[in-house]
């Protein structure tokens, strides 16, 4: 069966940096792009990013370019995202996120949901 | 910024039915954006429920179905349960691999 398993939580002081992971398993690593989305406490679901797993490319938020990087390591089948120099509006739980289909396709959405990493940024 | 807008919240008694949207601040919303649909208990991931417009994803009850309302995308819930008080997010494929979550609707079951 799919699954995406995370890393587990990190607290950051701020101007910090974290990287979270996202093990994948259950299908064809590189057969799908994955995504990262956050959610600060309280607040909406808020789109991050993604990478295609069989190419390595990438695609941030405007709101995020320049901050975070989103890499794969398709030998461990996994995806990374860090984002740098972390402040407190930063603290929420981050998903990754496969994406079944994709622009053009017949279908594109996200179906196999990470259980969620939770990020807080405190000094 | 293409902003895409939920009702904050909504409330549904019992057994009834709730018509949920998802709107662009401009324009109209049609299946080229790739609408779904996602329900989030507190402190769990999101579930996906409905994708491409109207598609229900696996294990997804029937009274849960997608369609186009005028210009917005929808989520109607017929039949409702208490297990169906949830956070329902909306998200819109904007092209040029951009995607964007509605606000969330907050929907209660009294």
């Known amino acids: 069966q799919v699954q995406l398993v995370q890393s587990g939580a990190e607290v950051k002081e701020p101007g910090a940096s974290v990287k979270i992971s996202c093990k994948a398993s259950g299908y064809t690593f590189t057969s799908y792009a994955i995504h990262w989305v956050r959610q600060a406490p309280g607040q909406r679901l808020e789109w991050m990013g993604w990478i295609t797993a069989v190419n390595g490319n990438t695609k941030s938020s405007q709101q995020f370019q320049g901050r975070v990087t989103i890499t794969r390591d398709t030998s461990a089948t996994t995806v990374y995202m860090e984002m740098s120099n972390l402040g407190s509006e930063d603290t929420a739980v981050y998903y990754c996120v496969r994406n079944r289909g994709g622009s053009g396709g017949n279908i594109n959405y996200f179906d196999f949901w990470g259980q969620g990493t939770l990020v807080t940024v405190s000094s | ?110």
């Open chain 2, 1 to 110: 910024q293409t902003v895409v807008t939920q009702e904050p919240s909504f409330s549904v008694s019992p057994g009834g039915t709730v018509t949920l949207t998802c709107a662009l601040s401009s324009g109209s919303v049609s299946s080229s954006y790739y609408p779904s649909w996602y329900q989030q208990t507190p402190g769990q991931a999101p579930r996906t429920l409905i994708y491409n417009m109207n598609i229900r994803s696996s294990g997804v009850p029937d009274r849960f179905s997608g369609s186009i309302l005028g210009n917005k995308a929808a989520l109607t819930i017929t039949g409702a349960q208490a297990d169906d008080e949830s956070d329902y997010y909306c998200v819109l494929y904007m092209g040029s691999g951009i995607w964007v979550f509605g606000g969330g609707t907050k929907l209660t079951v009294l």
